[in-house]
């Protein structure tokens, strides 16, 4: 087997398949514990002799989680997972970042194995890992001055990561200067991130957003209002700094209970309380405005951006055990219109009554759902899909290339029609549609194969060329890319549909 020189140390890999090697939990960053805890990472000790990579790191600290295969957790791995075709490359890089929330996941999950992608396109496929929840996105700054604290540490860890890449990915036969950035969902929302982000200028050269947004940020103020429910949480009666360096892991993931239902201003903007999703980037000297002004200005117009959703985002959430708590279908088809109603308020205060008005015109329940579609149809638009219309407009705005696109992809494994729901666009990324878990978000059929094929082609073609192979976005247009059965170009909007939005996410 082949040693790689990393500027640490040597190591080797594994076998994955025909024509790939596999290296498991590469350290990219020394492990975050204790004074090191909440600051931004550190440089790995480096070691000896040739460690062979076939273990993968333990995901970060979270709520455990068996079906995505999160049942041992570890404070101290700040790894990353590569997957190289053989031959003589130079090959371009795809970076990872895992979607959770920011709260949960690991880029060790069956959904991510990059084995098939790196094969079928040639190139080699990064997997990273980044601290979630309170200790990658909690903002202790204005509560612990004395706190050893840097902000944003999940943003940091994957620059970390693509730094890395930078100096190593050479010694695997990667073109440093050909890295395409790609995540979906929280995943997609670093992306976005990190194409506002000063520190990461020049680490990667392409951008794909999957099921993302460049407006999931807050203020100071709002996340430092969380770090006060996550310390009054926390046992013990020292100061704010001296709870946070002392609490276990466990009791940290406790505190974080207390603020998981607690809505926050999403994007800084009353508009669009956020629930479910209490860690966030926070708007400061690391990240110095909104994403989404920052691209409108030309942060990342030098960057090539493909950008989409899945049609039915929000159906895996309400309709699918045990992504939507549990809840039966009949329970959800006793709701009556008024029940209906007040989620529309609840999620949207200032539109809530006007907004359920026009989605009940809109769209017509489908008849082995409930009257919950129109709700699931307002909360896919109003969490991924337009403000992914959001974002290729602004990089459109700056003079920027960008392409978009949506799945609308309509079988799975789940027993019920739910269209193209959340999450279902990776294994069709990644060439996994007839694996277990494959099979269960996307049916597993042959035709499903088909797309997925495509849709590696796709992804592949943008990470070698910077490039996709329909027009380029016109907001006056809508145009996108539709992916199904038969891959052709669609609208991603109608006008009338679209504007509903324009007093609730603002148009840049």
């Known amino acids: 087997m082949q040693v790689i020189d990393l500027d640490t140390g040597s190591i080797q890999g594994i076998p ?73 490359g130079p090959f371009p890089v795809m970076v990872w970042l895992h979607g959770g929330g920011f709260t949960n996941g690991t880029p060790s999950q069956l959904l991510y194995n990059g084995e098939q992608l790196a094969r079928s396109q040639q190139v080699i496929v990064v997997n990273v890992s980044y601290r979630l929840g ?36 050479a010694a695997f036969g990667g073109d440093k200067h050909k890295v395409t950035l790609f995540g979906e969902s929280a995943g997609g929302f670093a992306v976005a991130s990190l194409l506002a982000a000063p520190q990461a200028k020049g680490l990667f050269h392409r951008a794909v957003v999957q099921s993302g947004a460049a407006d999931m940020v807050l203020s100071q103020q709002e996340a430092t209002r969380i770090a006060e429910i996550i310390v009054s949480a926390l046992p013990g009666d020292g100061s704010a700094a001296e709870k946070l360096l002392q609490a276990t892991p466990k009791e940290i993931v406790r505190a974080q209970r207390e603020v998981m239902k607690i809505p926050v201003e999403r994007g800084m903007r009353t508009t669009t309380p956020q629930y479910g999703m209490p860690f966030l980037p926070v708007i400061d000297e690391f990240l110095p405005e909104k994403p989404i002004d920052a691209i409108a200005s030309g942060a990342a117009k030098n960057i090539p951006l493909l950008a989409g959703t899945c049609h039915e985002e929000w159906n895996l959430f309400q309709y699918v055990p045990p992504f939507n708590g549990g809840i039966a279908m009949a329970d959800l088809q006793a709701l009556t219109e008024e029940d209906i109603k007040r989620r529309f308020k609840r999620v949207l205060p200032e539109h809530g009554e006007a907004l359920f008005a026009a989605y009940q015109k809109i769209v017509e329940p489908h008849a082995k759902r409930a009257l919950t579609d129109w709700y699931t149809a307002m909360e896919s638009d109003r969490i991924f899909r337009v403000p992914t219309e959001r974002l290729l407009s602004a990089q459109q705005q700056a003079g920027g290339q960008c392409w978009g696109y949506e799945l609308l992809w309509s079988e799975n494994g789940f027993g019920l029609p739910l269209g193209a729901f959340h999450v279902m666009d990776v294994p069709f990324v990644f060439g ?77």
């Open 134 to 169: 309170a200790w990658g996105f909690g903002y202790f700054g204005e509560l612990a001055p004395e706190l050893p604290f840097d902000s944003n540490l999940g943003l940091r860890d994957q620059i970390a990561a693509l730094e890395w890449v930078q100096r190593n990915i």
């Open 432 to 508: 996994i549609t007839d694996t277990p878990i494959g099979k269960m978000f996307t049916g597993g059929t042959v035709e499903a194969k088909a797309l997925s094929d495509r849709v590696q082609k796709i992804w592949g073609n943008f990470a070698h060329h910077g490039a996709a192979e329909w027009d380029e976005w016109h907001p006056n247009q809508q145009n996108v890319m539709g992916l199904d059965k038969k891959v052709a170009e669609t609208v991603l909007f109608q006008q009338e549909r679209l504007m509903l939005w324009d007093e609730v996410i603002p148009k840049v």
């Open 16 to 88: 994955a398949g025909e024509n790939v090697i596999e290296y498991r939990g590469i350290p990219f960053a020394a492990a975050p514990i204790g004074e090191n805890r909440f600051k931004r990472p550190q440089p790995v000790e480096p070691w000896s002799g040739v460690q062979t990579m076939d273990s993968y790191g333990l995901p970060a600290w979270q709520e455990i989680n068996p079906l995505i295969g999160v049942t041992e957790l570890s404070e101290g791995a700040l790894t990353l997972n590569v997957w190289a075709p053989k031959g003589d």
